[in-house]
């Protein structure tokens, strides 16, 4: 028998959404403990958008949106379709049903939610795809005010909005913010964020307000909270997962748990060995991905050490990128869906719709030099029109960082042909590419890749620019260009799981006592994207199901 150094129902390990999972187990009276291995709180969700892609969800219902169990498990068939056991027709359904009655649960325990309206489901409006959602199923956390953690309160990891109070469902129009759209987003966020500060407020927004949230649940409700805290093993006795080894302070705690583990840690988008060896041969890196720095997937080798199944070991959240000059990966997604930008391979060719979803661009790169070449890099052109009149990374419209131009990150030429040189591209397919190009954006349709015919692509073009809002002419010289790589925001494969979050084992049978969700499972959305915030609603979710599982 284990000689056991601490001892509690229900074990959370990782401090993302799964967290949801420990603040519904302890709302069910169970003793909870969590534990994170760095030093902060929030995981790669607190890094995020922090948005939540939930069909049918309250918020919805309450402002009248359309939306039904019908419709949602449409849109999964046509945009995720057979993508195996981690996206089966009970999994969906789960997540599903489950995601209406946790934001319903998560509000009774305080939190406070609003819609990202307009912030389109990503395959609304495409060409086969059902049951997609105009106005989208998004969901966010509103502002929160970070003192109310005390001396937690730096214990948050920082978020995504570096200073400002804005929500991600206000990003896209605020790039715009040369038309009176943008200018009046921008004006609201200002205000915003500065009465916040001039009351002595310390507001997050985004994926850090949702951990935030969840958190002052969490230390309401007495639930431990051991960070700098690591998994290194599982307890199992007679089959069954009974506990687990934590690394705290230095030496191994043995912790019982009574009712379960959850393994809700990440995935492993920063571990370059793990990644080699699940990439089938593809050019990959840790270089150009922007997950957590705590992505290093030890916690799915040790749910594998004890008889876990994987899939989709393969496939990560894509994230076109390109590369600043201090090597950090800038990640790329509206300047590619805007009028007067093209992505091009080595000879110059256009070869997908650049406005796609971002896991769907990394997975169109990846084809694509696959069976031509030349795509990885592959150049996101624009012209000076691009450049004046919407941001590129961090730098406003019409102020291109000359250290860019000096270290190579952006290419920048007096023509076309110019800038061909500098790229390594093919100077006449890129010539051509832009002439044939041209000739779309003129009439507004792109009758090769039907750019700017989804809903999600509308939403991050230019609605102010037409008859198109995503097409415009490449054509006002300078020209600008940046080299693209498949980078990513998190891996999306890892443990199998089945309808309520237990971890299966090779022959398809339940673990006992083991439970997962997030980054570090085979993804219930497969090998798509369907909208924003889709990968943290699953981790919350699954984490959800898992705690009503495990207590029932």
């Given at each position: 028998m284990t000689d056991w150094d601490h001892s509690t129902d229900f074990l959370v390990v990782g401090s993302g959404a799964g967290v949801v999972g420990a603040v519904r187990a302890r709302a069910l009276g169970k003793q909870v403990v969590v534990v994170e291995k760095s030093d902060r709180f929030g995981g790669s969700t607190c890094m995020s958008g922090g948005v939540l892609w939930l069909p049918c969800n309250p918020l919805m219902r309450r402002e009248g949106v359309p939306d039904s169990v019908d419709a949602a498990l449409s849109y999964f068939e046509t945009v995720v379709g057979d993508a195996g056991p981690a996206s089966s027709h009970a999994r969906r359904l789960a997540y599903i049903n489950a995601g209406v009655e946790m934001v319903d649960f998560l509000e009774s325990e305080g939190l406070?939610?609003?819609?990202?309206?307009?912030?389109?489901?990503?395959?609304?409006?495409?060409?086969?795809?059902?049951?997609?959602?105009?106005?989208?199923?998004?969901?966010?956390?509103?502002?929160?005010?970070?003192?109310?953690?005390?001396?937690?309160?730096?214990?948050?990891?920082?978020?995504?909005?570096?200073?400002?109070?804005?929500?991600?469902?206000?990003?896209?129009?605020?790039?715009?913010?040369?038309?009176?759209?943008?200018?009046?987003?921008?004006?609201?966020?200002?205000?915003?964020?500065?009465?916040?500060?001039?009351?002595?407020?310390?507001?997050?927004?985004?994926?850090?307000?949702?951990?935030?949230?969840?958190?002052?649940?969490?230390?309401?409700?007495g639930v431990a909270v051991w960070l700098e805290s690591a998994l290194t093993d599982l307890v199992v006795e007679d089959g069954r997962v009974v506990g687990a080894v934590i690394k705290k302070g230095g030496r191994d705690v043995r912790v019982r748990t009574r009712d379960g583990v959850l393994l809700a840690?990440?995935?492993?988008?920063?571990?370059?060995?793990?990644?080699?060896?699940?990439?089938?041969?593809?050019?990959?890196?840790?270089?150009?991905?922007?997950?957590?720095?705590?992505?290093?997937?030890?916690?799915?080798?040790?749910?594998?050490?004890?008889?876990?199944?994987?899939?989709?070991?393969d496939e990560a959240w894509w994230m076109p990128s390109w590369i600043m000059p201090d090597g950090t990966p800038n990640m790329c997604l509206s300047e590619r869906s805007k009028p007067g930008a093209i992505i091009v391979d080595a000879a110059g060719r256009r070869y997908f719709n650049e406005a796609v979803a971002y896991q769907e661009a990394g997975q169109r790169m990846y084809a694509h030099e696959r069976e031509f070449g030349g795509a990885i890099p592959s150049w996101l052109v624009i012209d000076s029109r691009h450049r004046s009149h919407y941001p590129f990374g961090m730098s406003p419209p019409g102020r291109t960082p000359k250290a860019w131009i000096a270290a190579g990150a952006m290419k920048r030429g007096d023509s076309l042909e110019d800038l061909a040189r500098q790229c390594g591209i093919d100077a006449g397919g890129l010539v051509?590419?832009?002439?044939?190009?041209?000739?779309?954006?003129?009439?507004?349709?792109?009758?090769?890749?039907?750019?700017?015919?989804?809903?999600?692509?509308?939403?991050?073009?230019?609605?102010?620019?037409?008859?198109?809002?995503?097409?415009?002419?490449?054509?006002?010289?300078?020209?600008?260009?940046?080299?693209?790589?498949?980078?990513?925001?998190?891996?999306?494969?890892?443990?199998?799981?089945?309808?309520?979050?237990?971890?299966?084992?090779?022959?398809?049978?339940?673990?006992?006592g083991l439970y997962a969700t997030g980054n570090c499972t085979a993804s219930v959305m497969g090998r798509k994207y369907p909208g924003a915030g889709a990968s943290i609603a699953a981790s919350a979710v699954f984490g959800y199901v898992a705690a009503n599982h495990a207590s029932s």
């Open positions: 406070e939610f609003r819609r990202c309206e307009g912030y389109s489901d990503y395959y609304s409006g495409v060409r086969g795809c059902e049951g997609g959602s105009a106005r989208g199923r998004s969901i966010e956390a509103e502002a929160f005010d970070k003192r109310s953690l005390g001396p937690w309160q730096d214990r948050i990891r920082p978020g995504a909005a570096d200073g400002l109070t804005v929500y991600t469902g206000e990003a896209a129009p605020m790039m715009l913010m040369r038309t009176r759209i943008g200018l009046s987003v921008l004006a609201r966020v200002g205000l915003r964020t500065a009465l916040g500060r001039m009351r002595g407020r310390r507001l997050v927004t985004n994926g850090a307000a949702l951990t935030a949230r969840l958190f002052q649940v969490l230390l309401r409700r840690a990440g995935g492993f988008a920063r571990n370059e060995e793990m990644r080699e060896r699940h990439s089938g041969g593809r050019p990959t890196s840790t270089r150009w991905t922007s997950a957590n720095p705590g992505d290093t997937g030890e916690t799915i080798r040790i749910a594998v050490k004890h008889g876990a199944a994987t899939d989709l070991l051509k590419t832009v002439e044939r190009f041209n000739r779309f954006a003129g009439a507004g349709v792109d009758e090769d890749f039907h750019r700017g015919e989804g809903d999600h692509e509308k939403y991050y073009g230019d609605i102010t620019h037409g008859p198109n809002p995503c097409l415009g002419l490449v054509s006002k010289p300078p020209f600008y260009a940046v080299a693209l790589y498949p980078g990513d925001i998190g891996t999306s494969g890892g443990i199998l799981c089945d309808e309520f979050s237990r971890v299966l084992d090779t022959e398809g049978e339940p673990i006992a």
